[in-house]
């Protein structure tokens, strides 16, 4: 009854060796499937803060003014 099988423990090891391989490789290429994404929202962020520098700049410099727009807004 408390006989264990030599080849028991190398049978779970590949096994394991195995699954874990598979987990590997399969979060490699979720990690580069997502890495691309992430690319990219870096980029059009990158761009939006620009946009929102040069827009915080027009409206400072007085290059654009918005004053009409508040005089819309409190009289309806």
Excluded: W
Excluded at 27 to 35: H, L
């Amino acid at each position: 009854m408390g006989h264990e099988c030599a080849g028991s423990d190398t049978k779970i090891d590949i096994v394991n060796h195995s699954i874990s391989k598979r987990v590997s490789h399969r979060v490699a290429s979720t990690n580069t499937a997502y890495g691309g994404r992430v690319e990219k929202e870096q980029t059009f962020k990158q761009k939006l803060l620009s946009l929102k520098r040069s827009l915080m700049e027009d409206l400072l410099t007085g290059k654009v003014r918005v004053n009409y727009m508040i005089s819309r807004t409190t009289n309806p």
